[in-house]
């Protein structure tokens, strides 16, 4: 028996291109929380490189979890339990968070437990919301996933809407880079519509789909987006790709030199435009659902829900209709091991343990089991 | 001393408990199933046959490769979070020189392990005997040399390999999964001096990796677990692009 009765978990994730440990107290307090960004190294190829990912994250998992325990000040007897994101994710990168936890759990005769990411994520807003608990509704946007997800309770949850084509983090990626603002997307296009860039200047379409009011479609907006851009470029002379090559060779390519010679439409108003539909649908989406379901708690959770326009709009929407709203801090939002130890608490407690065999699941869904 | 011998670079995953002058314990499966699923039940298995936890163990050898990628890495992966939980050190063992260890007495040949590297090339390295007289004999009690390897570990086509050897003039031994693949190649090519290892020799098992493995610790050659990676040969594909179209890696 431990002498104290705090239950402290070392947690490993590393899901994408981000190698993160921390220990988390009694699933919400995070004691440390040491993340490894690759995002320079995947920025040379304009998007992440799985097989880079995956050799980067057996050279720095070593470091990042001795940090993880030099920092929260404990040593691997005062741990309860070990976890690990085990899908969804890049199988290579999935692959050394698994093989590496499950080992270090083994020799230290610890418990080991497979988390699903996508509730990890979720799990990051009890971190800093100590009063927030279930039943609620959470809508996570990331990369990989645009989701509207009812957390019924602790490791029990009903998706009600998610996308039929890109996630919204996606978008954010391919319309970045047909603007010329290259990767990552969200924090770059969020950047350029706030320099100036007027989100009723172009009126890009709002996705629906048909039958189900709480799924997402992307793909028609960034159709729409690639269209208005090559319109405005054959009017100057060429399509789109034809005038960065040739901007490429003077100066460095400046992409608010794109400009509707008739409407004076700048990049900036189509990064703020098309921005402003994604938010749009997002948060339409979210109030809607938690109107007809009548669930008075929202959260947001993953790596697009740190953009400042989706906050800001998310936080008005819920207060005109009153509607508590919780997201956690932007550290939070991106990929971290803090939000794994979280999740992996209350699994913990509800007494799930998983074996020496515990696999990598690349394509888990949301709501299926480990 | 006793160590714990992991080999994943493969098709098989294999785990051995060893000491000096024996093989306590070895499991080998090449079942299909990935060696995620694999190789920490077997390791537990190898551990409780011999009696024993990872508190026991002096070092864990771990088949550094060339090899492939994910296989070597979920070993390097396992390897690196038992040596950080107990707080030992890793030993990272050639992969090509553990199966030519596997060979056993040359008698003065050179052996040649290759091992499929896809993309019609093999990973593959020469080495030669140190001593003719029982280095690599595996006779329990004789001082098991290490073999010296000569020249690099490289990527290269079979075909640039067996010009290469046939300009030596040597007899030499091949070995390793690469020869389901070009065996016939080799036959044509060695006008006789050339010579196939037996097929049980072909697939690398942990034993082979420990016995390596065990003269690297005694000559101290252990490092920190933080401080091993997988040799790979090959940059990746992304990476390999890049370099074509003139740019650097950064």
């Known amino acids: 028996m431990k002498e104290n009765e705090d239950i402290l978990i070392l947690a490993v994730e590393s899901s994408c291109d981000e190698t993160a440990a921390a220990v988390v107290k009694n699933g919400r307090e995070a004691l440390s929380n040491v993340i490894y960004s690759q995002i320079d190294i995947h920025t040379m190829y304009g998007g992440v490189v799985p097989e880079i990912a995956s050799r980067k994250h057996i050279e720095k998992i070593d470091p990042v979890v001795s940090e993880a325990l030099r920092k929260a000040g404990v040593s691997k007897e005062d741990l309860a339990a070990v976890a690990v994101t085990a899908g969804p994710g890049l199988v290579g990168s999935l692959l050394v968070g698994v093989a590496y936890a499950k080992a270090y759990a083994y020799a230290a005769g610890l418990p080991i437990l497979g988390v699903h990411h996508i509730e990890g994520h979720i799990a990051a807003n009890y971190i800093e919301n100590r009063e927030l608990e279930p039943p609620f509704l959470c809508l996570v946007v990331s990369g990989g996933h645009t989701e509207l997800v009812v957390v019924e309770d602790y490791g029990r949850f009903r998706l009600i809407g998610t996308t039929h084509d890109d996630a919204a983090g996606e978008a954010f990626d391919k319309v970045a880079r047909a603007i010329g603002l290259g990767y990552p997307g969200g924090p770059k296009v969020d950047k350029c519509a706030k320099a100036g860039g007027r989100k009723d200047a172009i009126a890009f379409p709002r996705g629906h789909v048909d039958g189900n009011d709480f799924d997402f479609s992307f793909s028609g907006l960034k159709s729409a987006v690639l269209n208005y851009l090559n319109s405005c470029a054959m009017k100057q002379g060429g399509p ?121 699941v690349p394509g888990l869904g949301l709501g299926q089991k480990i | 001393m006793i160590i ?74 396992t390897a690196k979070g038992l040596a950080a939980s107990a ?51 595996g006779v329990q009690g004789s001082t098991h040399g290490p073999l010296t390897r000569i020249g690099q570990e490289r990527a290269l086509g079979m075909e640039q390999l067996l010009a290469e050897l046939t300009a030596m003039d040597r007899e030499v031994i091949f070995v390793g999964d690469a020869l389901r693949v070009h065996a016939e190649k080799i036959k044509a090519a060695g006008n006789g001096k050339f010579i196939l290892a037996p097929l049980s020799a072909c697939d690398l098992r942990a034993g082979c990796v420990a016995t390596v493995g065990l003269n690297m610790l005694e000559s101290g050659k252990a490092i920190d677990g933080s401080d091993h990676t997988p040799v790979y040969l090959r940059l990746s594909s992304a990476e390999r692009e890049r370099l074509e179209q003139g740019k650097e890696l950064g």
Do not use: W
Not at chain 1, 268 to 283: G, H, K, P, Y
Not at chain 1, 328 to 357: E, F, Q, V, W
């Open chain 1, 240 to 360: 789109v790709k034809d005038l960065r090559e040739k901007r490429e060779g003077d100066v460095n390519f400046n992409p608010d030199a794109l400009i509707d010679p008739e409407t004076g439409v700048t990049v900036s108003d189509v990064a703020a435009s098309f921005q402003e539909a994604v938010v749009d649908v997002l948060v339409t989406h979210t109030i809607e659902a938690a109107k007809s379901l009548g669930i008075g708690k929202v959260a947001m959770a993953g790596g697009v829900a740190a953009n400042g326009a989706l906050r800001e709009r998310m936080k008005n929407d819920c207060e005109r209709e009153g509607i508590k709203l919780y997201y956690p801090s932007p550290l939070l939002c991106t990929d971290n091991a803090a939000m794994i130890g979280c999740a992996a608490y209350y699994d913990y407690l509800a007494g799930k343990r998983h074996g020496l065999d515990l696999n990598a």
């Open chain 2, 4 to 77: 714990l011998a992991v080999e994943s670079s493969g098709n098989v995953a294999s785990a051995a408990i060893a000491e000096r002058s024996k093989i306590l314990a070895e499991y080998t499966v090449n079942i299909g199933k990935t060696h995620s699923q694999t190789l920490l039940p077997m390791i537990d298995r190898v551990l409780s046959d011999a009696e024993m936890s990872v508190n026991d163990l002096d070092a864990i050898a771990v088949s550094r490769g060339p090899g492939s990628f994910t296989g070597l890495r979920i070993g390097s992966a």
């Open chain 2, 87 to 137: 707080g030992i050190p890793i030993i990272d063992v050639p992969t090509l020189e553990a199966l030519a260890v596997g060979v056993g007495n040359a008698g003065g040949r050179l052996i040649c392990p290759i091992i499929d590297a896809r993309r019609n090339e093999v990973y593959s390295a020469l080495f030669e005997e140190n001593d003719r007289f029982g280095s690599v004999s």
